[in-house]
């Protein structure tokens, strides 16, 4: 008897140590981390621009942070279940970039806290109440529109300055496009073009037949408005415009590193790793309803000159001068 109770006092002293250090081991945060673009094999740049914030920060990915991926493949109608599908792990922040992504995560929860990078209006779309004070559980960056699509179309005037007609490039479908694309028109009015909508919608976009119609109406050159769906297609996008020889100006820098001929936005790889600042923040117990909503201060042209040679245009000096990355 005396045996056994030893026994059994030795087994607990070894045994309560191990449950002790057990419970002293600092939980390990998970993140969900919505890819609207990319797929598993070939991830967008903002999981890049995301994880090198986290790196910068002192995360380890799989070390003292786990991220939880879900990838839209440029297929927009199936955000929401990805979304709630995160949502069902109930990790400690979620991180998405589209707005039905948006839409998705706030309606699926009230008390997991999200960051959003937008390139919509978060306040006139519902996203969060102010900029200043996002209120609930939502906060994050915002890249507005508004002044960047007079920004593009102004570029487009300088470089041709004889444009008449500028055709805008679409996913009918999706919501954010939507709201860009009266932006757009709002910033034509103001400097005499008209706008000729090339519409496509996924999931296989009739690329081929929109620039066509460009052609046949005479556009003089060709806006692409960025979305989950348009983003899976820089090169293919970028090679019809010199095809066609339809010089064209993009909502991001990828799709003139894939032939495009120059771009005017936010650096979305540095608006993506400002995200995991939003992420540390909140892991340190600060509120999303405390956090103001940032807008990027910097903005960059880059311009393709090889494509500019291959359609036959000549960039201003003055244009020129003003790039900020010049590709050769």
Known sequence: MFKESFLLLLATLIVAPLHLAEAQQPKIPRIG???????????????EGFRQGLRELGYVEGKNIVIEYRYGQGKVDQLPSLVNELVQLKPDVLVVGALPAFRAAKEATKSIPIVIVATVDPVATGIVDSLARPGGNITGLASLGRDLSAKRLELLKEVLPKISRVAVL?????????IAFKEYEAAARAFKLQLQSLEVRGPNPDFEGAFQAAVKGRAGALVTIRNPLIARYPKQIADLAIKHRIPSAYEGS????????????????????????????????????DLPVEQPTKFELVINLKTAKQIGLKIPPNVLARADRVIK
Not at 170 to 178: C, E, L, R, T
Not at 275 to 287: E, Q
């Open 33 to 47: 981390f919505i890819d609207a673009v990319g797929d598993p094999s070939s991830p967008s740049l903002f999981v």
């Open 254 to 289: 990828q799709y003139v590193e894939a032939g495009g001929l120059m771009s005017y936005s936010a650096n979305d790889v540095d608006l993506w790793r400002r995200a995991a600042t939003y992420v540390d923040k909140i892991l340190k117990g600060r509120k999303p309803a």
């Open 170 to 178: 679409w996913d009918v479908d999706g919501p954010g496009p939507a």
